[in-house]
């Protein structure tokens, strides 16, 4: 396993497949690390959305890790914040700080926060505490760049729990109401939020319906499958004068068996056996893709 990056839109060859989906998985070693060492932070939600992030940023993201900032980046909006540990950790591999930091998660004074914030981590475009805002944040910005003319693009990061908020709704009439084509967004859709399932606390489906009916483009995939992350975002590209949803199904803990699709993990860090517990299944996991 390597961590260079790949071209947008080069052939998604079974190397290529087999190589990202490694990473993710030992992404999600990690992430169990950062969690386990300093006792907090969000497992569930962060080993959902693994392959996502290393999707987008090894393969389809136009980003300059050694310049952030620079004016004709893409643009990732992380708005399920709480899940961060994997977006530090995808952001550390590719390049915008070094790995080492990835040690001082959540330590008072360090540049990985429990929620993200732009002003101290390299990387971040926005801050994520309050769910909901992605959205709405993410059409100004893709229609920011349309009034100046710019090809960047706008991807955001949602999970299910955060349709509960009502300005996810609102943005989302903005976008489709200013044919927002650069705006993607990418919902990991994993069933399972603090308290209980999603159906349970508040039912959000057809949600393929829902949002076509607020005027998008859609497409459902398996949110694990690295092959239909890599088409649905070259897919996305290729649609014009519609804001384009990604509908990731995917299990919350993801990799893990005692964790998968349980409430518990959503914010809770492992004790030394379960720990060890984990890393074992994880090792086994990540074990299918060394070739």
Known sequence: MNNSAYPRGLFHSAAMVEDLSERAWN?????????????????????????????????????????????????????????????YTVLAHRGFFPVEKLDTFRELDSTLQGHPEPQKTPGVEVPAGPLGHGIAIGAGMAMAAKMENSKRKVYVIIGDGELNAGVIWEGALVAAQYGLDNLIVILDYNGVQQTDSTTNVLCTEP???????????????????????????????????????????????????????????????????????ALRELDKGAAQWIR
């Open 27 to 87: 992404y999600r070693k990690t992430v169990l690390k950062m969690v386990y060492d300093h006792q907090t932070g969000h497992i569930g939600g962060a080993f959902s959305g693994a392959e996502i992030l290393t999707a987008l940023y090894f393969h389809h993201l136009e980003i300059k890790p050694e310049n952030p900032r620079w004016p004709d980046r893409d643009r990732l909006l992380f708005s399920k914040g709480h899940a961060c540990a994997m977006l």
């Open 207 to 277: 949600i393929e319906d829902k949002f076509k009916s607020f005027g998008w483009y859609t497409r459902e995939i398996h949110g694990h499958h690295m092959l239909q992350i890599l088409d649905a975002l070259d897919f996305a590209d290729e649609i014009h004068a519609k804001p384009v949803v990604i509908i990731a199904r995917t299990t919350k803990g993801k990799g893990v068996s005692f964790m998968e699709s349980n409430p518990i993990w959503h914010g809770a860090p492992p004790n030394d056996e379960q720990y060890k517990d």
